[in-house]
């Protein structure tokens, strides 16, 4: 119980969340998904923000945000000075580590035919299906162990049951 709380309350610095996001993140099968749905979240509200006419630099404070993870927020936010000195969107995006190459180049083009929003949105519908096929795959792994771990439990409470019967047996029967 002590352990929990002191890592919420470490959770909670600005160091502590951005140590266990940075781990998070590089985390074989658990970083893919978690980068994934941190890009998704921030295509789809930067999609629907600039849809709506809210400004660039607003927009991508606003969408840096909502990603979930430290990690992709600091690249968000180093992006989004640079598009402040006068870059476009995708030249600054490209050179962060947590942002998909793909995405970069896909806003690229979006930039460039001034579809940006809908592109944006593309982008979301496919890391959310993404995301969703990797769920899928990770919870069908699970449940075999699940049923091993389960079964396992289950035989050493019927073993924790019967022994004593079985050793009250034997002891009354001996005399």
């Known amino acids: 119980f002590v352990l929990v709380v002191l890592f919420i309350n470490w959770y909670r610095t600005e160091a502590g969340r951005a140590t266990f996001d940075s781990i998070i993140i590089e985390v074989p099968v658990m970083g893919d998904m978690v980068q994934k749905g941190a890009v998704a979240r921030f295509t789809r509200t930067l999609a629907t923000l600039l849809g709506s006419g809210v400004g660039i630099m607003e927009?991508?404070?606003?969408?840096?945000?909502?990603?979930?993870?430290?990690?992709?927020?600091?690249?968000?936010?180093?992006?989004?000075?640079?598009?402040?000195e006068g870059k476009s969107i995708s030249v600054p995006l490209a050179?962060?580590?947590?942002?998909?190459?793909?995405?970069?180049?896909?806003?690229?083009?979006?930039?460039?035919?001034?579809?940006?929003?809908?592109?944006?949105?593309?982008?979301?519908?496919?890391?959310?299906?993404?995301?969703?096929?990797?769920?899928g795959a990770l919870t069908?792994?699970?449940?075999?162990?699940?049923?091993?771990?389960?079964?396992?439990?289950?035989?050493?409470?019927?073993?924790?049951?019967?022994?004593?019967?079985?050793?009250m047996a034997g002891a009354v029967g001996g005399q």
């Open 59 to 84: 927009a991508m404070e606003i969408a840096s945000k909502v990603v979930g993870n430290n990690c992709v927020e600091m690249a968000l936010i180093r992006a989004r000075d640079a598009i402040a």
């Open 95 to 135: 050179k962060e580590k947590y942002i998909p190459p793909m995405v970069t180049q896909m806003m690229g083009v979006g930039e460039q035919t001034g579809n940006l929003d809908q592109m944006l949105n593309k982008i979301a519908d496919f890391y959310e299906d993404e995301v969703d096929v990797a769920v």
């Open 140 to 167: 069908s792994m699970m449940e075999p162990m699940l049923m091993v771990v389960l079964g396992g439990i289950i035989a050493i409470l019927v073993v924790a049951m019967y022994l004593p019967i079985f050793n």
